[in-house]
Structures are given as structure tokens and as C-alpha cells.
């Protein structure tokens, strides 16, 4: 049974997933749930993921939310000899990638989300001081990072460079990235290089994006 991918290209995380897709040249199947219809709180759906989100990864009869848990699941089973290098066995450099990937919840993902979410409600109509530091020291702690690493958790990519690349080019239509934050602004940029972000990110980003604007004064 192929693997399907449950996603909205509009949606951050789904496309952390479908980046990583891309990048492993995985064979899927990509199904698109919208949003605004509600295909996300059918039945069907719901019985497959609860948590009524986006992105789901159905593999058989197992299926898996949440796009951190679904890119280390790929990453480890669908990896091949990608493996070694996304998500590593160590137990050590594992740890330090699973804590970039719970940053990338709590502190940009979450924060640009609440950002989002108060724009859709019509309680802000820009990003408040309070969201725009918030993400701004995310940035800087990112920043911090890559001083010592060439990628978020390592000298090389993982699955965490993938979900704050996804996040980024999001939060970062809402809160632009100082270039102070000159590794954050460089690792950017080389990542905004390579075509699997080009290709599973960038027509999402604009849809992203073109939503954000319309909500944006
Ligand atoms: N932490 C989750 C967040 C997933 C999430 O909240 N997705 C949004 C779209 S960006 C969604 O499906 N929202 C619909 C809902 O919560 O009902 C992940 O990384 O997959």
C-alpha cells in the first residue's frame, strides 16, 4: 500500500512533510484536505486523526500526526542511506535534533501560529509587540545555534533544518528576519537553494502568503 500523505499546501507543517517527501524522492500519495471546506472534521478523517489536523501520514493501516513525529518516522524507516544523516541513531545528536524540533513547536511554529490565528479572528490586524518580540528572540536564540553548528543541530541537515524551514519562511511574512541575525540569515539562505524547498515549499508559501497579506493592514 503506498504511503499517503494527508496535507494543505498553504500549511507550514504539512509542508515541512512534503519537503522531506520531496527530498528522499518518496513515493506517495498526496491527498488534500481543505481547511475551510471542513474535509478535516468529517468523520472518516477524524477516525484517522483525531487531533483533526494537518498533516497526517497513513503507512498501512498505521497512521501518524503531527509533522516532527511524521519526518522522524520517514526519516528512520523511508530514509535509506539519508538516515544517518537526518536523524542520526546517536543518542546525543538525536536529543540535540529533537529539541530543535520542540523549538520549532513551542517557539516559532506556536508563536507565529498565535499570530495567525488572531489575524483569522480579527483581534489584531498586524502583529502586536508582544508576538513581534517573541518571535524576534526565537530568531535570535536560532541565531545562537548556528554559531556552533552549520545547520540548526549539526554540521549537516536533519530533520530539523526541514520543520524551521517550513516555519520560517512562514513566521518570517509575519515578522521579516533581521540580517543582524547574520547564521540564521545565511542558513536561510542556502536552504532557499536547494530544490527540494524550492519545489515542495515555495507554492505553498505563496498561497501562505497571499492569505497572510489579505488579512495584514
Ligand atoms: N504541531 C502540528 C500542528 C498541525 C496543525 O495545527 N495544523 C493546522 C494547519 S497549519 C491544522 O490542521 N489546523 C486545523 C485544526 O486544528 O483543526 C504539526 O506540526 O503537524
Known sequence: MPLKIYKLDASPPARAVMMLAELLKLK???????????D??????????????VPLLEDGDFYVADSHAINTYLASKYGGAQSAQLYPTDL???????????????AIAGNSGAIVSALLRGDITSPTKEQTDKLNSAYEILDKFLQKTKYVAADHLTVA????????????????????????????NTI???????????PG????KAFVQSKLK
Open 192 to 202: 532557499q537553494q536547494e530544490d527540494w524547498y524550492k519545489k515542495a515549499n515555495g
Open 92 to 106: 546525543q545528536v538525536r536529543a540535540t535534533i529533537d529539541s530543535r524540533l520542540y523549538f520549532d513547536i513551542s
Open 28 to 38: 506517495h500519495e498526496a491527498v488534500d484536505v481543505n481547511l475551510m471546506t471542513g
Open 161 to 188: 533544518d526541514i520543520s524551521l524551514a517550513a516555519s520560517l519562511s512562514s513566521a518570517s511574512l509575519l515578522v521579516p528576519i533581521d540580517e543582524k541575525y547574520s547564521k540564521l540569515t545565511a542558513w536561510f
Open 205 to 208: 508559501l505563496e498561497a501562505y
Open 40 to 53: 478535516h472534521l468529517t468523520p472518516e478523517y477524524l477516525k484517522k486523526n483525531p487531533q483533526h489536523t
